[in-house]
């Protein structure tokens, strides 16, 4: 596709439910990254995937949220057991190089907004 | 741990007016800073990407400058317009190999 793609838009849950959230980069774009953004807040790093690989998940909140990329394409962000706290937009971006080329930027999707009742 | 503040986090300004966003971080070991610009709903829009070795970056109306060693970002946008209007995001890339974001300022141009 032209762009970075994330469905859903719109996600709710009841508290404790499991959601999945789905990225599909731009073809060929190596590197994919996650980022949890809170109302009125910018974007916080979640987790990076080179190709299939998750080299950085050092920004999951929790055990709750688990990341995967089993084919080096699209991605999927699981998190079980929703809490409250979990309420916010979910942004994909990829980029065509892998992390070590710095000059690249970042195309990011439009997000799913996640609201946890 | 980078920090990242942008200063004002909001502003109205009459359309045709030149302004400035701010941009400030806490360690100047980055490989590039970066400027986003959010609308409603919406992702996120590269603006201007800006290498630590260079010292300014231009795209038509928008002209973002970065003096690394003072920990600091410009964005300057000329002759304002209500399209304009949207939040601008300040993002560093560091030694961490991923984009520490500022809070945003949220820019309103009116007529």
């Known amino acids: 596709g032209a762009g970075v793609s994330q469905s859903p838009r719109y996600k709710v849950a009841k508290r404790g439910q499991d959601v999945a959230l789905r990225c599909d980069p731009i073809?060929?774009?190596?590197?994919l990254f996650w980022y949890q953004q809170a109302l009125g807040q910018g974007p916080e790093f979640l987790t990076y995937f080179q190709n299939e690989a998750q080299l950085d998940k050092s920004g999951l909140p929790s055990d709750r949220f688990f990341a995967e990329r089993p084919e080096g394409s699209v991605s999927t962000l699981k998190i079980q057991r929703t809490q409250q706290e979990d309420s916010a937009v979910y942004l994909c971006a990829s980029s065509p190089r892998r992390s070590g080329s710095y000059n690249s930027p970042l195309h990011f999707g439009n997000g799913t907004r996640l609201t946890v009742t | 741990k980078q920090e990242v503040t942008q200063i004002p986090a909001a502003l109205s300004v009459p359309e045709g007016e030149n302004l400035v966003l701010n941009c400030s971080f806490t360690?100047?070991?980055?490989?590039?800073l970066q400027w986003f610009r959010q609308d409603p709903g919406k992702g996120l829009t590269s603006l201007l990407l800006i290498q630590s070795s260079q010292r300014e970056q231009t795209s038509g109306r928008l002209n973002a400058s970065l003096d690394k060693s003072s920990g600091r970002s410009t964005l300057y946008i000329a002759a304002s317009q209500p399209g304009d209007s949207a939040t601008y995001l300040c993002a560093v890339y560091g030694t961490a190999s991923k984009l520490t974001f500022g809070t945003g300022t949220r820019l309103q141009v009116t007529l």
């Open positions: 073809s060929g774009h190596v590197s």
């Open positions: 360690d100047s070991a980055i490989y590039n």
